[in-house]
């Protein structure tokens, strides 16, 4: 099992970044990015932040529930906040489409990460 030290840490460093990433977007980019780039950019940033907070819940709720599908949750909500905002920044700042592809297969992994956090809810005594 992950340990919650090692959960919290990667939701504050995926928040770290989400507020750096929204700050470019908003500051360093709104003149080189055409608008929907821009709102894909800042989609990724929202979304990034929502599930390091959802990170942030998990790693605290570890401490408290000892049960196995909160480290799957802890593992989806990373993988799917890398693929779904890691391919919307790239697609934003580089236009290549394919990236765009990607970003649903992240945005399971999040949708899983919250169905199988509510199963540990449901789980705990």
Same mark, same amino acid.
């Given at each position: 099992?992950?340990?919650?030290?090692?959960?919290?840490?990667?939701?504050?460093?995926?928040?770290?970044? &989400?507020?750096?990433?929204?700050?470019? +977007? !908003?500051?360093?980019l709104r003149n080189t *990015?055409?608008?929907? %780039? @821009?709102?894909?950019?800042?989609?990724?940033?929202?979304?990034?932040?929502?599930?390091?907070?959802?990170?942030?819940?998990?790693?605290?709720?570890?401490?408290?529930?000892?049960?196995?599908?909160?480290?799957? &949750?802890?593992?989806?909500?990373?993988? +799917? !906040?890398?693929?779904?905002?890691?391919? *919307?920044?790239?697609? %934003? @700042?580089?236009?290549?489409?394919?990236f765009g592809a990607?970003?649903?297969?992240?945005?399971?992994?999040?949708?899983?990460?919250?169905?199988?956090?509510?199963?540990?809810?449901?789980?705990?005594?």
């Amino acid at each position: 099992m992950t340990r919650p030290a090692t959960t919290i840490a990667i939701a504050a460093i995926l928040g770290l970044l &989400a507020v750096i990433a929204g700050a470019a +977007g !908003t500051h360093a980019l709104r003149n080189t *990015l055409d608008a929907d %780039a @821009l709102r894909t950019f800042e989609t990724a940033a929202r979304f990034q932040m929502y599930h390091a907070l959802a990170l942030l819940a998990t790693g605290m709720l570890s401490m408290r529930w000892q049960i196995r599908a909160l480290t799957i &949750a802890a593992a989806l909500f990373t993988l +799917g !906040t890398v693929l779904f905002s890691g391919s *919307l920044y790239i697609l %934003a @700042l580089t236009g290549i489409g394919i990236f765009g592809a990607i970003a649903p297969i992240g945005g399971i992994c999040l949708m899983a990460g919250w169905a199988t956090l509510a199963f540990a809810a449901f789980r705990t005594k």
